[in-house]
């Protein structure tokens, strides 16, 4: 019988192409994501198999793995292996690797897939979430690594979206904002004081709305550090 990764891979290839099979992959690619407790292991071995599936197939992968990851039939597994795998990955796909760079919306989804572990896990447990990934963009004492380093401030754009998002700030208490503000009060003192010039183009956007997003609302933080200039 053939294995669900594989499955799902000639599900993918056949949605995405105009035929016989396309209405019958897509409906069985929609059902998996409906119900993903069977299915978001497969999907993750997808998205992880870099030399055996398309990107399209990764792609659907991770999607399979964010609706378990928000799923109320989501379990402790699929955190614990989510967050286990795609940290492995990160250590050799954006320290040892290439970092994704020809694919970027795969890195894209990459940082909203780890958005939601941090969502469930911090600071709870994952109470050293920000130090593990600042720990990570230093090549060395005096170089950055630019590919650790943009799927970091990547990431803090996430996390700092979600906590200025306007809707949801209406929706949250005074404490609970405080408490959010807490959440990435961390991240000011692991960043290098480093000029956002240095950085690329997209990195540079990240960097500058993190840091504008976050840190404003809090007049007691030392801005002295960072160069926010355009």
């Given at each position: ?201 997209s990195s540079q956007n990240h960097y500058k709305h993190s ?20």
């Amino acid at each position: 019988m053939t294995a669900l990764d594989e499955q799902i891979h000639q599900a993918v290839t056949a949605a995405l192409n105009p035929g016989p099979l396309q209405s019958e992959a897509t409906n069985f690619l929609q059902e998996l994501r409906s119900n993903p407790k069977h299915s978001w292991e497969h999907g993750l071995i997808c998205f992880l198999a870099i030399d055996k599936y398309t990107p399209q197939t990764r792609l659907f992968g991770l999607q399979l793995v964010d609706a378990m990851l928000t799923s109320h039939q989501q379990d402790q597994a699929c955190y614990q292996t989510t967050r286990e795998q795609l940290w492995d990955y990160i250590q050799r796909q954006f320290i040892n690797g290439d970092g994704e760079q020809a694919l970027p919306y795969l890195r894209n989804k990459l940082v909203q897939t780890i958005f939601l572990l941090f969502f469930q896990s911090y600071p709870n447990s994952w109470p050293d979430f920000f130090k593990d990934f600042a720990r990570l963009i230093r090549q060395d004492p005096q170089h950055l690594n630019p590919r650790t380093t943009d799927l970091y401030l990547r990431l803090l754009h996430e996390i700092s979206s979600e906590l200025s998002d306007a809707f949801l700030r209406i929706n949250k208490s005074p404490e609970r904002l405080a408490k959010d503000a807490d959440y990435v009060t961390p991240f000011v003192n692991m960043m290098p004081p480093v000029s956002h010039k240095k950085l690329s183009p997209s990195s540079q956007n990240h960097y500058k709305h993190s840091i504008k997003l976050v840190l404003p609302p809090h007049p007691h933080k030392n801005l002295s550090k960072w160069e926010l200039g355009s």
